[in-house]
């Protein structure tokens, strides 16, 4: 993950994984998955998403509760799920997360990430 200068994340923002360029905002309730790029003056306002492997470029909003979805990335209303899935699903969510297939079982996905979880058992901040 990595984020750029003068970046506001609002409470209860999610970034995970993320390449966030100067500049953006990230409003209260906003979602930005692994391996998602936001260029340089992004706004992702509040409660919408931007997800995984999704580029937005410089200058680009995701309006209140919208979807920000692929590369590029088109934006979109929550209501247009059928729109949103069809791209979505290439996308490889829990390839991208898990590293898995799609079609592995909850109790691998949960392995896993139990795995990774405990392999930080031992971080500690330094600040």
């Known amino acids: 993950m990595a984020i750029g200068d003068d970046v506001l994340i609002g409470p209860h923002a999610h970034v995970n994984g993320a390449r966030v360029g100067d500049g953006c ?3 209260t309730g906003s979602s930005v998955f692994p391996n998602s790029r936001l260029e340089p003056g992004v706004e992702v306002r509040i409660n919408a998403v931007v997800h995984v492997n999704t580029v937005l470029p410089a200058g680009a909003l995701v309006p209140i509760g919208w979807v920000a979805v692929g590369d590029p990335a088109q934006i979109l ?3 247009r799920h059928r729109e949103i899935w069809a791209i979505q699903e290439a996308l490889d ?3 991208t997360v898990y590293g898995l297939p799609r079609d592995a079982s909850a109790h691998e996905r949960m392995q896993q990430q139990a795995e990774w979880l405990a392999a930080h058992n031992h971080d500690h901040n330094t600040t």
Do not use: R, S
Request: net charge negative.
């Open 77 to 79: 209303p929550p209501d």
């Open 93 to 95: 969510f829990p390839g």
């Open 25 to 27: 905002f990230l409003a």
